[in-house]
């Protein structure tokens, strides 16, 4: 019999969906979307669809597995459990804790997939990562500006009076938010895009600039000294709000507007019409991810901030400087469920720097890696460097759903239960407000089991079991404390299926910043060197003219469409293949026509695949979508830079310079 239950999307995205699973005979037989979702509105993207498909493959792991002599053999959880007990508390004993390293993205946006740092916290802690090759960079910009990153609600859009949206790729990484400005735009909110790549979104919008992958910022910087110079700026704002605006007014003094328009490419007359859009408040402006994935990303989210707070946009309905939402993230009690007063040893990578981390660790080096929720060799820049480190690791155990290509490396692979086959509450800090309840629906197929369940045997095994004897139910209840005493009780949520978090919709209304001024800080007081900079990405030929003569073409390489990053493209019929995407003029430059076979590559490594010409991009723009593994011709991180962001928490995948020829057909 088919039974449809309430359920959740548990990726990391942008949309944080409301779903209604069908079960029939213990099985999950069809995912679609929840119509009662104040949000997402019954409406969900393909990737959810697929998860019915992620959760009854047949290349699901099904058991435990331990590499030996080169192969992986099936092994019982006792002998995988205690084995990897074992190792965890020789390597403590003989080279302290911080020779594991846990390395991990956000695969999951469930509260209880943070009891992984609960288990390494209580180990005595590890080798950690910091940053985020997703959001880093931005992240930090808007810490030091605003002193968090808080979003709109996004019932506040029809507020507005224009929509700009800059380098979020609304219509394939964020559809609700597409949905927003469709019916906002019917109401008379005009609509711009500013993207290097004429995407979907570009489509709906009311004006599409065209700009150089990397130059966002100083394109901001265009549009603050041409509303200066119309005396369009918001003077109560800087008078009695912010901190620092001399020093950027200084800095937007030394370059003249025909070398913003020379190098960002865009005309002189848009530039000024963006300035009369900006003073015409109130103005949303929408940021993408993408755009701060360069060497210069924290001061491109700087610079866009310091045009939205110069315009008079901030703490208003219908504006902001709309990146992230962690608002919603922080309704949590993470210190409550990872206990991180109990670690009495640290130590730190970056997320992008981990494989040179693992490298040229010493006292301790590190023996050990432990890979939860994320697929570095296929996510992780460099992946040739990538490669090499966790291959150099005396033990790696992966824990995951499939044979990914990090897998593919380890000495121990677990199989871990999907969110169909356990309870929990979902929430994304990226665009809405409301957290998502997911009940357990099946039981999980083979032998595969819950995280938590994982780390519970292992706990048990190292002498802090009591720390994990409690049922999913309390651990949840221990992340909602807070809520709970504001009447979000894990019962609510369960029974109403979602409930709305308490955050302001519209953030810094009252302009009390979380800065050490408690203004907004054009200059921040947070660090050393607190001033912003006009600065270029690493590799253009504006700052690395040789680079850009051997590798004349700027690779992006955006998340795909039908995929969460790596997680199913393996689902894909016919099967998926590298497609190189290339601007006409790059096409032309080197007498490329579709569909001919292609190799990219650069200093880093190289990558084959299949010419693909957009109908419009940048001159010299190229884009690989990220997440094939090397199965399917992948990965595309070969080409990529493991550098960091300027503020150093953030990654620079797009400022990545390449070449291409047409190679015979293969
Ligand atoms: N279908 C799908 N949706 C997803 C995901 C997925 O894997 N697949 N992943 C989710 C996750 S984890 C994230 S972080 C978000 C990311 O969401 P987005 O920020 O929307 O997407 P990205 O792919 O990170 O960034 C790519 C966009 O930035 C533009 N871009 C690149 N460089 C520049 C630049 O220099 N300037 C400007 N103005 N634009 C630039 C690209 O052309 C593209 O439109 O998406 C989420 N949603
Ligand atoms: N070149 C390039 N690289 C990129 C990006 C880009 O734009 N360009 N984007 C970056 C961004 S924004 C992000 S967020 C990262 C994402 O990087 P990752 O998070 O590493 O990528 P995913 O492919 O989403 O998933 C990682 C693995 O987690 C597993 N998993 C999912 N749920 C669970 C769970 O509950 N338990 C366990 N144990 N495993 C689980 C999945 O099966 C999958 O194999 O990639 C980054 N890498
Ligand atoms: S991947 Fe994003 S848009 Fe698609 S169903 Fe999940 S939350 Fe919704
Ligand atoms: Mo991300």
New binding site residues.
């Given amino acids: 019999m088919a039974t449809v239950y309430h359920s959740a999307c548990p990726l990391?995205?942008?949309d944080s969906c409301g779903f209604l699973v069908t079960v029939e005979d213990g099985k999950v037989t069809k995912v679609e979307g929840n119509p009662e979702h104040p949000i997402t509105q019954g409406k969900i993207?393909s990737?959810g669809r697929m998860l019915e498909n992620r959760t009854n493959a047949e290349d699901r792991l099904f058991y435990p597995l331990k590499k030996v002599d080169g192969s992986f053999q099936r092994v019982s959880w006792e002998q995988a459990l205690n084995e990897i007990a074992e190792k965890l508390a020789y390597y403590k004993e003989t080279f302290g804790t911080a020779s594991v390293l846990h390395s991990h993205d956000y695969a999951n946006s469930g509260l209880l997939s943070n009891l992984d740092s609960r288990f390494f916290n209580l180990y005595g802690g590890v080798t950690e990562l910091t940053g985020s090759i997703?959001?880093g960079a931005g992240i930090e910009a808007q810490n030091w500006d605003f002193g968090d990153a808080y979003s709109h609600a996004p019932a506040d859009l029809a507020n507005s009076n224009h929509v700009v949206i800059?380098?979020?790729?609304?219509a394939?990484?964020?559809m609700h938010l597409f949905q927003n400005l469709q019916n906002v735009k019917k109401n008379g909110t005009k609509i711009y895009v500013?993207?290097?790549?004429y995407?979907a979104t570009a489509k709906l919008a009311n004006e599409y600039i065209s700009?150089k992958?990397?130059?966002?910022g100083l394109l901001a910087a265009g549009i603050m000294k041409e509303m200066l110079r119309m005396n369009l700026e918001d003077e109560e704002f800087l008078a009695n709000h912010s901190v620092g605006f001399e020093d950027l007014k200084a800095l937007l003094d030394s370059v003249t507007l025909g070398y913003i328009s020379e190098v960002t490419e865009v005309p002189v007359e848009t530039i000024s019409h963006l300035a009369d859009v900006y003073a015409d408040r109130p103005v949303s402006t929408i940021m993408?991810?993408?755009?701060q994935?360069?060497k210069n990303g924290g001061n491109t989210i700087r610079l866009l901030d310091a045009l939205v707070a110069i315009s008079g946009n901030i703490g208003i309905p219908g504006g902001g400087a709309n990146y992230a939402n962690k608002q919603v993230g922080q309704s949590f009690d993470y210190q409550n469920m990872t206990l991180p007063e109990r670690k009495s040893s640290a130590r730190t990578f970056t997320m992008m720097r981990q494989a040179e981390g693992i490298l040229s660790a010493v006292d301790p080096e590190i023996k050990m890696g432990i890979v939860t929720c994320g697929n570095p060799l296929t996510q992780v820049p460099d992946t040739n460097t990538v490669k090499e480190a966790f291959e150099s690791l005396e033990t790696l155990v992966v824990i995951d759903h499939y044979m990914t290509d990090t897998a593919e490396l380890a000495d121990y692979v677990l199989p871990a239960a999907t969110s169909f086959e356990v309870e929990d509450v979902y929430y994304s800090s990226?665009y809405h407000h409301y957290v998502n309840h997911g009940p357990k629906l099946v039981d999980p197929p083979g032998e595969a089991k819950p995280d938590a369940w994982i780390w519970a045997e292992l706990a048990k095994r190292l002498g802090f079991g009591e720390e994990f004897d409690f049922t999913r139910e309390e651990f949840m209840e221990m992340g909602l404390a807070s809520l709970t005493q504001k009447g979000i009780t894990l019962d609510k949520i369960r029974e109403e299926r979602f409930a709305e978090l308490p955050v302001d919709e519209v953030p810094w209304a009252d302009r009390n910043f979380k800065t050490p001024s408690r203004k907004y800080e054009f200059t921040s007081s947070s660090v050393a060197d607190g001033s912003i900079k006009l600065s270029l990405p690493t590799e253009t030929k504006w700052t690395n003219p040789e680079l850009a003569e051997k590798y004349p073409y700027t690779l992006?390489t955006?998340?795909?469409?039908?995929?969460?990053?790596s997680q199913h493209f393996h689902l894909f019929q016919p099967k998926p293949y590298v497609k190189v995407e290339m601007a006409k003029s790059v096409a032309a430059e080197k007498g490329l026509q579709e569909n001919d076979d292609v190799r990219v590559w650069n200093d880093r490594g190289e990558i084959h695949g299949r010419v693909s010409i957009l109908k419009a991009a940048h001159p010299g723009t190229v884009?690989i979508d990220e997440?094939l593994s090397a199965r399917f011709g992948g990965s595309v991180n070969q080409l990529t830079s493991s550098r960091e962001s300027d503020n150093g928490l953030g990654s620079t995948l797009?400022d990545c310079l390449v070449n291409i020829e047409k190679v015979e057909n293969e």
């Avoid at 800059?166 to 609304?170: D, L, T, Y």
């Avoid at 992958?213 to 966002?216: A, I, M």
């Fill in positions: 990391n995205c942008w993207c990737r997703c959001w800059w380098g979020r790729n609304v394939r990484t964020n500013i993207d290097p790549i995407n700009i992958p990397g130059f966002d993408g991810l993408g755009m994935r360069y990226m992006l955006i998340h795909p469409l039908r995929s969460n990053h884009n997440g797009y």
